[in-house]
């Protein structure tokens, strides 16, 4: 699955850097901010996804002397910087376009870029589509987060064709006085657009980066699991922690059991229940155990002195 993620992040990074690179020289000729913009989201984009490259790499590492825990903690750390210089780039973009139309507006040479614009459009609508798919196949947080991206790159392109195109034809009529502030005013509405979903994505990372619960819906999940062997087994009590780490999902599970177990028996039900889990969600890392008295899980919970002594 690694492999694949790889071959297709290399893919659309190509893609990637070359309408960046195109858009930027396109933008500069016909003087449209909100084609630098559009332009600008790609170049960054492109730089974002070499990073994830060694990302996925690094999440296929083992623990080691330097991460006892393993390298699944990056994920969420790349895509909060990611998200972090996106929302920097929205923010002076839409400074410089409410600066701009304060100012009286600017003329953007529209007919020199409605063909690239509309090209864009399709490439980017096309990438998107594939990328969403694949994330999906693959259960990637990874392309999920490219796919994202490219529906933005898509949104973009598809409003400055649209201004674009409605500019050629004020440019036409000679109508200047309106068309100084359509350049300006899309690219503000681009950034009040955008600004929403990158906010919820920087959340997420965080979250992530904070050992926050995974999802209701795989909590429910492992709760399920956990009960039906309880059923079978006559489970005492049993209680479930769990946090996400981008696609990683880890989890420790403590049961107590109602009598006394021979080792292999708990050894083969652990096998079962972990077998069970990884079905589920492959990209599991998950610890259980098993126990008679659970009196001893006081002391394994981090606590302030007094509260330790009190207890």
């Known amino acids: 699955m690694k492999s694949k993620e790889l071959i297709y992040i290399k893919a659309v990074n190509l893609i990637c850097f070359l309408f960046g690179v195109l858009g930027i020289v396109l933008a500069l000729i016909a003087d449209s901010s909100s084609m630098l913009f559009d332009g600008m989201y790609s170049f ?139 350049d300006p005013v899309v690219t503000l509405l681009f950034v009040i657009f955008l600004v929403p979903g990158v906010v919820q994505q920087l959340w997420q990372a965080v979250k992530d980066l904070l050992d926050a619960a995974p999802p209701a819906e795989v909590q429910e999940r492992l709760e399920s699991i956990v009960s039906g062997f309880s059923k079978e087994h006559d489970f005492k009590d049993w209680s479930i922690y769990s946090s996400k780490h981008g696609r990683v999902i880890s989890s420790m599970i403590y049961v107590v059991l109602a009598h006394d177990t021979m080792l292999h028996q708990v050894d083969a039900l ?23 008295d659970s009196s001893w899980m006081r002391y394994a919970i981090p606590a302030a002195p007094e509260e330790a002594t009190q207890s």
């Open 44 to 182: 960054i984009q492109s730089i974002f996804i070499l990073l994830s490259g060694f990302v996925v790499r690094l999440l296929g590492r083992k623990d080691d002397e330097y991460f006892h825990f393993g390298y699944s903690a990056f994920e969420p750390f790349y895509i909060m910087l990611r998200t972090i210089s996106l929302f920097a780039m929205n923010a002076a973009l839409g400074y410089n376009a409410l600066r701009s139309i304060l100012t009286g507006g600017y003329l953007v040479k529209a007919s020199i870029v409605l063909f690239f614009t509309a090209f864009s459009a399709v490439v980017c609508s096309f990438v998107c589509a594939f990328l969403y798919k694949k994330a999906k196949e693959l259960n990637s947080p990874l392309l999920r987060t490219e796919a994202r991206s490219w529906l933005n790159d898509t949104l973009l392109s598809v409003a400055v064709l649209a201004s674009f195109s409605v500019m050629a034809v004020l440019e036409r009529l000679g109508i200047d006085g309106v068309m100084r502030y359509i």
């Open 270 to 292: 652990r096998t079962a229940m972990l077998k069970a889990i990884h079905e589920s969600w492959s990209w599991s890392d998950t610890d259980i155990v098993f126990c008679l």
